[in-house]
C-alpha cells in the first residue's frame, strides 16, 4: 500500500513523461537568446550556397546557358546531359536541375520563416531581433524572388507549413510580388546601411541589398517610376560606388568590393562544400568554369561568339571584353597559357574568366574541386544603374538615363583612351544602347536570359535556339512536385 | 499529485480496497488457526508401471507436507481426518485423497498426457491451459535443453508454431531474429521479452539451462495486457526455482563440443581462374598475363575458405542446487559457457559466466517475499560479420585462388589481381583486436500479501542494469612485399595504430503492483480480476574515446594514454538518452460452468517516446472460448477434449525511438562572414517534427481450437488469425514546398494474415515411450499503405550491383526482391539485333534480359518482383523414443517457399574469384544458355540485379539428433544418485536445401526491408557434443 501510494505520487510526477534530448538542442529548447537567434539566421543563409545539391541550379545555368552568352560545355553532350535540355529549350519536367532550384529555394524561405517565427518571442536586443528578422525577410523575398521569376507564381508558403498545408497550391504571380515587396520594404525600414554593419558582419544583408532586389523587383513588374525613386535612393545612399578598376571587381582582392550590394559568401578553407547540410563553404563554380586538361576544370558556361561580338559592337574592343572571357592565348592565371592542347583538345575558342580563380587561390585542405572561394557577385552597382537608367528612360526622364549609363561606361573605360564614349543617343536607341550596356557590363554573371525574358526580347533573340515564348518564359514546375501533392500544384502551359 | 486523478485514477481505487481489505482479512486468517489432532500418514508413490516416483510432492492442506523418497516412499502429519492429501509428480495427473481413517495411503499416479491442466504464464498471472482462451504457446524446460545452446531463441526455434526463429550469424553470441506471426512493421518487429517479470532487451545474458519454461503470448488478446509493447508478440520466460517441500537436488550438467563448417562453397581453384583470366584478356583485346601462360602449373592454389575456416570448441558447465522447506524455496545455479567461431578462432568468440539467484520465503502466512537474480558475465570478440566490404567470408570467397597464404619468407601475401578491396582474409583476421565485455544484472524483489482467501497484492520491484565496454585496437602491420615502394594496397597496410574504448551503461528500473482477485462463485462461475500499475525508466549512457601513434603494437598495452602524441591526437564524446512508462492496467477471465470462457483486458500506457499530442494508448482486447467436449451432448470418446475460442484485440509497438516526435536543431548549417571569411555557425531543424507521433498500431483477430484425442495421447492445436498494423512509422516523401525532411509518421500499414498448428502425440507400449510432434506455421505478408501518394521505399543496396534488391510498395510482401528478369543468353549478334536495346557493347555471350513492356527498350521500366524472402511457411518436426533408460531425440526445422538473393560474389570488382558454375559459361553460340561470356567489363550489366541471383532459399534442416543412456534406478539407488545420463548429439547434422551460398537459414541484418540478402553471412556450425546430466 506504501509502494502503491509512493508509485502515485513518483507516477504522477508531471515530468516523468516528459523527456526531451539530453544531447543536441531541440525546437524545445532552442530559440532562447541572442546566440541561438543569431544561429537561426545564419542556417537560413546557408541556402544561398546550395548550389549542386542534388543537382546543379548554379546561377549561370539559367542566366547564361539558356541565353545567346554561353552554351552547356563539358566533356560532351552526355556530360550533365539535362543542361543540355535547358540549352536547347527541350527541358522536361523532370529535369533534376530545375528540381534543385525549386528544393533550395523552399529550403531557404523555411528557414526564413523559422527565424521570423522563432526570434521574435527571444528576450534580446531589440535592434539586432529586428535587423535578424529583416535579413531573413530579405532571404526569404530572395527566394520567392528567384522562384516568380522562373516558374511564375509558386506556393506561397509565408509559414512554416504545418503537415495540413503541405499540398499547398500556386498562388498567382501578383501575390508572390506583394509577398515579396512586402517583406523587402519591411527589410529595408530595419536593416542598417552597410557602413553601419561592424566589419565581422561583411556580407549580411543591408539595407541597400533589400532596396536593391526591390528595384529588380519592380523593373520586372515595369513599375518604373517606384523603380527609379528607389534605384536614386540606393545610388545616393553614399554607401556604394563604383570599383574604379572593373578587372578587380571579379579578383579575390575585390571582394565585398565598394560597389557590391549583394555577394553570397564562399571560402576555400573549410575543406569542401558537397551539397547542401553541410558545415563547408567552398563553391564548385570555379571548377565548373574552368577548362579541362591541365586548368583542372570540368569546363562548362562556354561564352559563344555571338556574345564576344557583342564587345565589338560599337568599333572598339570593349575593355571589359578581357575580365570577362579568356580567348586562345591569354594566361589563365598563374595555371598556364590558354591553348585548345592544353584544355584536353576541346574545340572551344573562349572560356568564362570572371569565375577564374588561381592554382595559388586553391583549398589546402580537402578536395580543391568543390572548394573554390570565389564570391557569386549577385548585385553590383552598375546593376543598379543600368536599371535606373532603364526605369528612367520608361519614365521619360532620358537625362537621368544618359547620366546613369555614363557613370559605367565612364568606369569602364578608365584610362583606356578611344573606347566607350559618352551614350548621347534618345529615343529607342537609348534604349538599345542600355541593353547593350547590361549585356557587357553584367556579361556571365547570370542576367541576361532573365533580362531577355523581362524585356521581352526573348523570342527575337533565342527563338533560334528553340525558344517558345508561350513556353519557356517559365519553368517546368518539378514533375515530382505535382505528383507529391496529387495534382494540387498544377504544371505551367506547354510542359 | 495534480495529475493524480487523471492519469491513475483507477490505481487510487485498487489502493483503497487494499486497505479496506487487509484489516478484514487479517483478522480473518488470525481467527483461522486453530489446532486439531495429529494423524500420521505414510504409503508409497507409483507411476502405472510400478516403478517408485523419486521427489513426488504431497502436500497438506494447512500442515507440512512431504516428499517421496527413494523407493516412493513418504510420511507426514496430517491435521485432521479431513485433511486433503495432494500428490503431484511433473507429468502425471494430479490426484486428491481424503485422509479418512486411513494410516496408510499409497497411490499410483497416472501420466498426464494432455497437459491441459497444466499451468500456464499469461502475464501477471497464470491459468490453466484448458481455461485460456487466447493463443499461448508454452516450450519446457526439457525441450530446451534437448538441444544445448548458447541463447535461448535458438531454444525456441522450430519448437512451436507461429514463433519464427532465424539464425542472423553463426558467429558466436550473435543475436537471432524472432518473428511472432510475421513482420508486423517494416521498423523493429522483435517481441517484448519479460524474464521472471522484467522486460529485457536481448537474451544473451540469460543461461537456458536456468529456464522453466519460455511462454509466447500470439495473439493480440493475450498480448494487449503489455499494451504498447504487446504488437510483435510478448516471450515470458520463467526461471526455474525450487517447489516447497522439496529435498535439495545437486545437479551438474555439462558438455563438451567441437564446431566445424557444415559446407563450403565451391570456388575455383587457381588453375581454372587463370584460364578464365586469360580468356577474359583475350576477349577484350588485351594480352593475357604473363604468369598465367601455363594454368596447369599453377595447380589448385591457395583454398581461402580452407583457410579462415577451422574447427572449434564449445564448452559448458552448470551447477545447480535447488530445494525447498515447507516455507521456502530455493534455486542456486552457476554456468560456464565458452564457444570458438569456426570462423577466425579465437579472433570469434563467446564466454559466458552466469549465476542465478532464486527464493521465495514466508515471512507470514499473509506475506511470502522472494527474488529472482541474475548475473551475467559475457565477453565477446567480433569479426566483422554481414557486410559485402570487410568480413573475413566475403573476401575468402573472393580472393584469387593464386596468391598464396604466405610468401616464401612467411609473411603474409597480398593479391595482386583481386582488387584492392579484396585483402589477405587470414591476415585481416589477424589484425581484428574487438572486444565486448559486459556486466549485467537482472534482478527483483518481489512480496505476496495474501489479502484474503483468493486476493493477493504484489508488488515488484526489479532492476536491469548492463555495464559494458567495447574495446577495439588496429595495429600497424604492412604487406608489402618491398618496404621501401610500400607496393601492398591501402586496406594491405596501416602505419598508424589506434585504439578506441567505449563505455557504454544502460539501466532500467521497474516497479509493478498488481492485485489479483481469485473467487469461485458456487458451482458455476469462476471469477478472475486482476489490476495493476507499471512505473518503468531507461537509461543508456555512453561515452568513448579513441588515440592514435601508439609506441606499441602490443594489443595488451592499448590504452588511450599510451601514445606518442597523447594531446593532438585524442578524441572523446558521450551522451545519454532515457525513457519511461508508466501503466495502468487490468483483467477479468470469467469461466461459466466449466465450459464458458470469457476474457477481456484493458492497459493504458503513458510513454515519453510519445508524442505531447498522443501521450497516453489505451489498448484493449476481449476473447471467448467454448469448451464443447464438457457439454451433455458430447459423447466422444476419440476426441475427448475440444474447445474452441476466438479473440480480438489491440496492441501497439512503441519501439520508435526515443525522441522521434521532436526535431533535433542540427548545428553546422554554416555561413562565412566577415573580410577573413570566418565560419560562423549556422542552426536550425532539418526534419520536421511531428508532436502526434504514437506507437503503431496492431489489430488482430484469432480463431482456434485445442483438441486432445485418444486418451490424451493426440493433441492439436490450430489458429487462423488476421494481423493489421496500422500507423506504421514511415518517413513519406513530403513536398519540397515544406522546406525540411519528411517527418516519420504514422502513416503506412501492414496485414499479415497467418495460419498455424501444433500437433503432438505420445504413446507408451510397455517399457517403450515413444512421442512425435510438429509445427507448421503459414503467414502471408502484405504492405497495404505507405501513406498519401504511397511512393514505394527501395532498400537493400547490393555492391555488385550497386543498386537496390529491395522494393517495398502497396499490395507486395514487405521487402520484396525486384529485378531484371533474365531469358537466357545472347548467342549471336542476329539475336542481340532482334531483341530490345540494352547497351551499344552487348554482345553475344551476354544475357538477354526481358523487355516486360515491350517498348523495344531494356530500362528500369522493364523491372518487376523476382523473388520474396518470407517463406510459405516455416515448421519443426520432433520425434523422441525412449526405451529402458535410452533416449533418442530427432529434431527437424526447415523453411519453404522463401527466396535468397545471393550477393556474396563481387561482380563489380573484375578479377574476384567466383563459384566454380563459372566454368559453365559461354564460350561460343550454344555454349551455355545461363552462364554469360566471362569479360573485363561488364557493358551489358549482366550483374544488374535480376532472377540471376535469386535462389530458392526452402531448406530441411536436422537440427538435432541426440542419444542417451540414464543409469536405472535400481542402479542409481545404490549409487546414491536421482539420475545419470550421458548423451551425444550433433546439431547441423543434414542441411536439404538447392541453395548454393554458405547457409541458406540467414536472416536480416538491415532489418524488414532487406530480409533474405546473403552479402556473405557467417555459417552456421555442425556441432558433435557430448555431454552428462547428474542429479543427486
Known sequence: MVAGILLTSVACNKDFLDRKPLVGATEENFYRNEADAIAAVNAAYAPLQFEISPAGHFRWIWGDIMSDDAIKGGSGDNDAAELLQLETFKVQANNENVESEWSADYEGIYRANVVLEKVPPIVMDEQVKARLLGEARFIRAWFFYNLVTMYGGVPLADHVLAPSEYNLPRASEAEVWTLIEADLREAANVLPLRSEYPTADLGRITKGTAQSLLVKSLVWQKRWSEAQALAEEVINSNQYQLEPNYAKIFTLEGENGPESIFEIQYMNRSGGNWGKNNANEGSFTNVFQRPRGQFEGYGFNIPTADFVQEFFKEGFEDPRLKSTVFRVGDAMGDRGIFTKEATGGFPYDYYPKKYFSNKSEDATLGDPNPNGGTNDRVIRLSDVLLLHAEAAFHNNNEDAARQSINRVRARARGTVQNVLPDVTATGSALLEAIYHERRVELGLEGHRFFDLVRTGRATQVLSPLGFNEGVHKLFPIPLSQIQATNGAIQQNPGY | ?1032
Not at chain 2, 283 to 294: D, K, M, Y
Open chain 2, 1 to 1032: 499529485m495534480e495529475r493524480a486523478g487523471t492519469c491513475l485514477s483507477a490505481h487510487n481505487n485498487l489502493i483503497i480496497m487494499n486497505i479496506k481489505h487487509t484489516y478484514l482479512f487479517v483478522l480473518l486468517l488470525l481467527l483461522a488457526q486453530a489446532a486439531g489432532a495429529q494423524i500420521v500418514v505414510s504409503g508409497r508413490v507409483t507411476g502405472a508401471d510400478g516403478e517408485a516416483l523419486i521427489g513426488a510432492t504431497v502436500a497438506v492442506k494447512e500442515g507440512k507436507g512431504a516428499v517421496t523418497d527413494i523407493e516412493g516412499h513418504y510420511q507426514l502429519t496430517a491435521p485432521s481426518p479431513e485433511t486433503e492429501l495432494v500428490f503431484t509428480y511433473i507429468g502425471m495427473r494430479p490426484r486428491t485423497e481424503i485422509v479418512g481413517d486411513r494410516r496408510t495411503i499409497d497411490v499410483v499416479l497416472e501420466e498426464n498426457n494432455a497437459l491441459i491442466d497444466e499451468v500456464v504464464v499469461v502475464g501477471y498471472g497464470s491459468q490453466k491451459r484448458s481455461n485460456i482462451s487466447g493463443a499461448v504457446s508454452t516450450v519446457t524446460a526439457s525441450e530446451i535443453s534437448e538441444t544445448p545452446v548458447l541463447r535461448v531463441e535458438q531454444a525456441l526455434q522450430g519448437r512451436t508454431a507461429g514463433v519464427q526463429v532465424t539464425q542472423n550469424s553463426g558467429s558466436p553470441g550473435s543475436p537471432l531474429t524472432v518473428r511472432v506471426r510475421g513482420t508486423g512493421t517494416i521498423n523493429n518487429s522483435d517481441p517484448l521479452y519479460i524474464v521472471d517479470g522484467i522486460p529485457v532487451d536481448g537474451l544473451d545474458f540469460l543461461n537456458p539451462n536456468d529456464i522453466e519454461t519460455i511462454n509466447v503470448l500470439k495473439d493480440a488478446a493475450s498480448a494487449a495486457i503489455y499494451g504498447s509493447r504487446g504488437a510483435n508478440g510478448v516471450v515470458l520466460i520463467t526461471t526455474r526455482t525450487g517447489k516447497k517441500n522439496q529435498d535439495g537436488k545437486i545437479a551438474y550438467d555439462a558438455y563438451f563440443g567441437i564446431q566445424s563448417a557444415w559446407k563450403k562453397a565451391n570456388l575455383m581453384n587457381a588453375r581454372e581462374y587463370a584460364i578464365l583470366s586469360n580468356e577474359a584478356h583475350v576477349a577484350a583485346g588485351q594480352a593475357p598475363l604473363p604468369e598465367f601462360s601455363n594454368p596447369e602449373l599453377l595447380g589448385n592454389g591457395t583454398d581461402w575458405l580452407d583457410a579462415i575456416f577451422g574447427d572449434a570448441p564449445m564448452t559448458s558447465h552448470q551447477l545447480s542446487l535447488t530445494g525447498g522447506g515447507d516455507k521456502s524455496t530455493y534455486t542456486v545455479s552457476g554456468n560456464y559457457f565458452d564457444q570458438e567461431g569456426i570462423v577466425g578462432g579465437d579472433k570469434s568468440g563467446f564466454r559466458r559466466y552466469t549465476a542465478r539467484i532464486n527464493g521465495t520465503n514466508a515471512v507470514k502466512k499473509w506475506l511470502n517475499v522472494g527474488t529472482n537474480l541474475g548475473l551475467t558475465n559475457l565477453s565477446r570478440r567480433f569479426l566483422p560479420e554481414n557486410n559485402e566490404f570487410t568480413t573475413p567470408l566475403v573476401r575468402a570467397l573472393n580472393m584469387d585462388p593464386v596468391t598464396p597464404i604466405r610468401k616464401s619468407d612467411g609473411t603474409y601475401a597480398y593479391s595482386r589481381y583481386s582488387d584492392t578491396d579484396i585483402i589477405n582474409p587470414v591476415n585481416a583476421i589477424e589484425q581484428t583486436y574487438d572486444r565486448w565485455k559486459s556486466n549485467r544484472i537482472v534482478g527483483a524483489l518481489f512480496g505476496d500479501l495474501m489479502l484474503a482467501p483468493g486476493l493477493q497484492f504484489r508488488s515488484s520491484y526489479s532492476v536491469d542494469a548492463t555495464f559494458a565496454t567495447r574495446n577495439i585496437f588496429y595495429p600497424t602491420f604492412d604487406l608489402s612485399s618491398d618496404p621501401v615502394l610500400s607496393d601492398a594496397p591501402a586496406g594491405e597496410k596501416r602505419a598508424i595504430n589506434s585504439v578506441v574504448l567505449q563505455h557504454n551503461n544502460w539501466s532500467t528500473w521497474q516497479w509493478e503492483n498488481v492485485l489479483t482477485w481469485d473467487h469461485q462463485f458456487g458451482e458455476s462461475h469462476h471469477l478472475t480480476l486482476t489490476g495493476g500499475t507499471t512505473a518503468l525508466e531507461n537509461r543508456y549512457e555512453y561515452s568513448g574515446g579513441a588515440n592514435s601513434n601508439l609506441p606499441s603494437n602490443d594489443p595488451d598495452d592499448a590504452y588511450i594514454s599510451n601514445t606518442i602524441d597523447p594531446i593532438t591526437a585524442q578524441s572523446a564524446y558521450g551522451g545519454a538518452d532515457e525513457s519511461s512508462l508508466l501503466s495502468v492496467f487490468g483483467r477479468a477471465n470469467y469461466v461459466l460452468r466449466e465450459k464458458y470462457l470469457f476474457s477481456a483486458a484493458l492497459r493504458a500506457d503513458g510513454s515519453s517516446r510519445f508524442g505531447p499530442n498522443n501521450r497516453y494508448g489505451y489498448f484493449p482486447s476481449v476473447s471467448a472460448g467454448w469448451i464443447l467436449s464438457e457439454e451433455d451432448f458430447w459423447h466422444s470418446k476419440v476426441l475427448e477434449y475440444l474447445k474452441i475460442r476466438a479473440s480480438w484485440g489491440q496492441n501497439g509497438n512503441d519501439r520508435i525511438g526515443n525522441y522521434g516526435f521532436t526535431s533535433v536543431v542540427l548545428s553546422g548549417q554554416n555561413y562565412t562572414f566577415g573580410p577573413d571569411q570566418i565560419i560562423t555557425n549556422g542552426s536550425v531543424p532539418l526534419t520536421v517534427s511531428n508532436p502526434d507521433l504514437r506507437w503503431e498500431t496492431i489489430t488482430q483477430t484469432d480463431l482456434g481450437f485445442d483438441a486432445t484425442f485418444l486418451n490424451g495421447r493426440l493433441t492439436w492445436t490450430s489458429d487462423f488469425y488476421i494481423k493489421n498494423t496500422s500507423g506504421m512509422l514511415y518517413a513519406a516523401p513530403i513536398p519540397l514546398t515544406v522546406g525540411a525532411n519528411p517527418p516519420i509518421r504514422n502513416i503506412a500499414s501492414v496485414k499479415n494474415t497467418g495460419w498455424e498448428t501444433d500437433l503432438n502425440y505420445r504413446q507408451r507400449v510397455g517399457a517403450f515411450k515413444y512421442s512425435i510432434g510438429g509445427n507448421f506455421s503459414m503467414v502471408k505478408n502484405e504492405v497495404t499503405g505507405l501513406g498519401e501518394g504511397g511512393e514505394p521505399v527501395y532498400a537493400g543496396r547490393v555492391q555488385s550491383a550497386n543498386a537496390s534488391v529491395t522494393k517495398t510498395e502497396v499490395g507486395q510482401t514487405i521487402g520484396a526482391f525486384y529485378g531484371y528478369v533474365t531469358d537466357g543468353l545472347f548467342q549471336s549478334r542476329e539475336e542481340i539485333a532482334a531483341h530490345a536495346f540494352q547497351n551499344e557493347a552487348t554482345a553475344p555471350g551476354d544475357i538477354r534480359f526481358m523487355d516486360l513492356n515491350n517498348d523495344g527498350v531494356v530500362n528500369n521500366d522493364d523491372q518487376t518482383y523476382i523473388g520474396n524472402p518470407i517463406p510459405d511457411f516455416t515448421y519443426g518436426i520432433n520425434a523422441d523414443v525412449e526405451w529402458k533408460g535410452i533416449d533418442l531425440g530427432i529434431f527437424l526445422q526447415g523453411a519453404y517457399g522463401n527466396e535468397i538473393y545471393n550477393a556474396t560474389v563481387r561482380y563489380d570488382f573484375t578479377y574476384v574469384n567466383r563459384p566454380v558454375s563459372v566454368l559453365n559459361r559461354w564460350t561460343g553460340p550454344g555454349t551455355s544458355n545461363s552462364e554469360p561470356r566471362v569479360s573485363l567489363s561488364d557493358p551489358n550489366q549482366n550483374a544488374r540485379v535480376s532472377d540471376r541471383f535469386v535462389e530458392d532459399g526452402s531448406y530441411l534442416r536436422l537440427k538435432n539428433v541426440q542419444l542417451g543412456y540414464s543409469l536405472p534406478k535400481t542402479v542409481l539407488k545404490r549409487i546414491g544418485f536421482e539420475k545419470f545420463r550421458v548423451y551425444a548429439s550433433a546439431q547441423n547434422m543434414f542441411t536439404f536445401t538447392k541453395y548454393t551460398g554458405m547457409d541458406p537459414e540467414i536472416g536480416s541484418y538491415g532489418g524488414a526491408l532487406e530480409a533474405g540478402i546473403d552479402r556473405g553471412f557467417y555459417p552456421q556450425a555442425r556441432v558433435l557434443l557430448g555431454g552428462i546430466n547428474v542429479i543427486f
